[in-house]
Structures are given as structure tokens and as C-alpha cells.
């Protein structure tokens, strides 16, 4: 599975962004999809995760009523709307797929992830 995020870019604070994953294969439906992401200097952070059918999604407690998780399988897409953006938010963010079949909700792990993104940057201006 190959995957690229897109829509990131400069965002003023309290703004928002939708981003897209597109994943190649015929299996996309059989992943669990997360989003993370990395800002300078720090590690990596889980932000939200949504199971292979996107009928249950997890979210970090630091995005919660701000994020949302969805996917379209016919279309072979993750998508993470976040709002009210604020500069501690610049990162770049990454997708990543989990085999379904051997992670576990809330697929919050690093390492149940088999595939990654490239990411895209999100800046948050103040």
C-alpha cells in the first residue's frame, strides 16, 4: 500500500484544514487508518485513528471536538478535518495503515502501522 497525504499548507490560527490520504492497492477497506504527526524538536503523536470500515474512530485526547476522522473506501481516502487551529499545531502530519487483522483499537500505536506517508506540513500562523 503506497500512501500521500495532501492539503497541507499555512493556516491561520483558529482556522481550519481538511486533509486527504490516498492509498494505491485493492485492500484499503482490509487497514485501519491513523493520522499522526511531528513537530520540530518533538516525537511523533497519535492524533486519530478509524477502523478499516470507519464505522468507529479514536481520537487523541488533545484533538477531541476539534478533529474529525472519516474515509471513503469506494475512494480509497482518509480524511482529517481539523478545526480551530492554533500554532502549538504545526507539524507535519502523517498517514499510516494498519493490517486490521493485527492491530487493536484504538490503533494509538506507532508501531501497528505498516505503512506511512510521506506527510505534509501544517503551519500554524499566529
Known amino acids: 500500500v503506497q500512501l500521500v497525504e495532501s492539503g497541507g499548507g499555512l493556516v491561520q490560527a483558529g482556522g481550519s484544514l481538511r486533509l486527504s490520504c490516498a492509498a494505491s492497492g485493492r485492500t484499503f477497506s482490509s487497514y485501519a487508518m491513523g493520522w499522526f504527526r511531528q513537530a520540530p524538536g518533538k516525537e511523533r503523536e497519535v492524533v486519530a485513528a478509524i477502523s478499516w470500515s470507519g464505522g468507529s474512530t479514536y481520537y487523541a485526547d488533545s484533538v477531541k471536538g476539534r478533529f474529525t476522522i472519516s474515509r471513503d473506501n469506494a475512494k480509497n481516502t482518509v480524511y482529517p478535518q481539523m478545526n480551530s487551529l492554533q500554532p502549538q499545531h504545526t507539524a507535519v502530519y502523517y498517514c499510516?495503515?494498519?493490517?486490521?487483522?493485527?492491530?487493536?483499537?484504538?490503533?494509538?500505536?506507532?508501531?501497528?502501522?505498516?505503512?506511512w506517508g510521506q506527510g505534509t506540513p501544517v503551519t500554524v500562523s499566529s
Open positions: 499510516a495503515a494498519a493490517g486490521a487483522s493485527v492491530a487493536d483499537p484504538p490503533y494509538f500505536h506507532s508501531y501497528e502501522y505498516d505503512y
